[in-house]
């Protein structure tokens, strides 16, 4: 059974930073080009950022370019996010899942940015 399990959110004010985390399992993590996501109160779930498995290769939305930072850790099957100068848009439920999605989406983690 796939399990993503995400982690690391919180309330902080604006321009204050947090990582996130996701542990995955149940599928083979290194095949996969891993992603984080996110979805605002009131609006659709949007890709924030990816990062491929051999190469480590990165893209960003460009709302959080220069601010975020994707990396992964194969060995633990484990994708983090770290989020620095945050700001209240930045404020959504976040999760990770394959680019594009394959799996059923975990529970996510709440980031909540003060202004």
């Known amino acids: 059974e796939v399990q993503l399990v995400e982690s690391g959110g919180g309330l902080v004010q604006a321009g204050g930073s947090l990582r996130l985390s996701c542990v995955a399992s149940g599928f083979t993590f290194d095949d996969y080009v891993i992603g984080w996501f996110r979805q605002a109160p009131g609006k659709e779930r949007e890709g924030i950022s990816c990062?491929?498995?051999?190469?480590?290769?990165?893209t960003y939305a460009d709302s959080v370019k220069g601010r975020f930072t994707i990396s992964r850790n194969n060995a633990k099957g484990t994708v983090y996010l770290q989020m620095n100068n945050l700001k209240p848009e930045d404020t959504a439920v976040y999760y990770c899942?394959?680019?594009?999605?394959?799996?059923?989406w975990g529970q996510g983690t709440q980031v909540t940015v003060s202004s």
């Open positions: 899942n394959t680019d594009p999605p394959q799996f059923h």
């Open positions: 990062i491929s498995s051999n190469n480590g290769r990165t």
